[in-house]
């Protein structure tokens, strides 16, 4: 019978998991998932932006395109509809006082992902810093959001001056379009070269990529 009361006593100490033990598994899964999940969600942030960077980027290809096909002058707009913020291309002239005015049924229209807006300027400080294209060799202040982009009938972009009634190409420089996730946590931007070509790029912290 002894041997019975032993046998039974090391096969309870055997089954289950002690206090102390259940505390430290606990205690690396909240570790592990302190570290996964930030890492998760920037991750997500990233392809989020960079999704909405190639439609703005695509965009900006379609505009140039109806422009020298239609042989007329087309502007990136932006506007915010239902609190989404939405970019539409919009036929015009340079001399046009409103050339954003939204006409309702245009179909060349994005949304923007409800995180995702487009930012008031050009990004200060270093992070993000501005983004700088290399191979520029122009003279002229490169262009940001505080800039209307256009199209010229020979689907060049130019910058839409509608006070002097004017979109001069070739413009001076080049292009580049911030846009920023809520509460910082990301940054994308699409630059768009004197000769109309597009790329994007998205901030990783220390440079665009």
């Given at each position: 019978m002894t041997a019975n009361i032993r046998g039974k006593a090391r096969r309870s100490r055997q089954s289950g998991f002690s206090m102390v033990e259940l505390v430290i598994v606990v205690g690396i899964i909240m570790v592990i998932a302190?570290?996964?999940?930030?890492?998760?969600?920037?991750?997500?942030?990233?392809?989020?932006?960079?999704?909405?960077?190639?439609?703005?980027?695509?965009?900006?290809?379609?505009?140039?395109?109806?422009?020298?096909?239609s042989n007329a002058y087309y502007a990136l707009c932006y506007r915010v509809n239902q609190g989404v913020q939405q970019i539409y291309l919009n036929q015009t002239i340079p001399t046009n006082t409103s050339p954003c005015t939204f006409v309702n049924g245009n179909t060349m229209t994005i949304d923007l992902a409800r995180h995702i807006t487009a930012s008031s300027a050009a990004p200060s400080g270093s992070n993000p810093s501005k983004y700088v294209?290399?191979?520029?060799?122009?003279?002229?202040?490169?262009?940001?959001?505080?800039?209307?982009?256009?199209?010229?009938?020979?689907?060049?972009?130019?910058?839409?001056?509608?006070?002097?009634?004017?979109?001069?190409?070739?413009?001076?420089?080049?292009?580049?379009?911030?846009?920023?996730?809520?509460?910082?946590?990301?940054?994308?931007?699409?630059?768009?070269?004197?000769a109309g070509r597009t790329r994007t790029f998205t901030w990783n912290g220390s440079a665009w990529n």
């Open positions: 302190a570290v996964a999940i930030p890492n998760g969600i920037r991750a997500w942030y990233n392809m989020e932006m960079r999704a909405t960077t190639d439609q703005v980027a695509s965009l900006m290809q379609r505009g140039r395109l109806e422009a020298a096909k294209l290399s191979t520029d060799t122009s003279s002229g202040t490169p262009c940001d959001n505080t800039c209307t982009l256009a199209f010229s009938p020979r689907g060049l972009p130019c910058k839409l001056d509608t006070s002097a009634g004017a979109c001069n190409t070739p413009a001076s420089s080049y292009f580049v379009y911030y846009f920023q996730a809520d509460n910082s946590n990301g940054w994308g931007a699409v630059l768009v070269t004197k």
